[in-house]
């Protein structure tokens, strides 16, 4: 059995493919990109702490909060780089799945997609629990 013609002439499961190798290719590169991000905050804020004569093993870091990343970065404080790094290493697999999601709208694949959109829910749902003070 032979795929559908389309009136240019290319098979429909000829652009399936070709669609699904274009999302797995943006996929590799967000994944790619957000690694690169992610080890080159970390690196600069390890250097600029060792530089300071510290180390993240002796030293008590700030907690996380967002306000003070711009700041931190462009005071150059170790801080600022550690935690934007962090939050590029959590938020790089988000991004992952995000465009997973388009690919499978993109593909037709609503059910793929609406397992997507749950699972970004749900972590959605754990960081906002996680922000609730404790009682």
Known sequence: MTAPVTASGASSAGTAASRSARVDRSIARILRAGTLVS?????VGVALL???GGSP???TLPGLDPARIPADILALRPEGFLWL???ATLATPLLRVA???VGFLGAGERRMAGLGVA????IALAVVVAQRPAA
């Open 39 to 43: 080890i080159g905050l970390l690196a």
């Open 50 to 52: 060792a530089i300071a």
């Open 57 to 59: 093993l002796e030293r």
């Open 85 to 87: 790094g962090l939050l």
């Open 99 to 101: 465009a997973a999601v």
């Open 119 to 122: 699972v970004l829910i749900v």
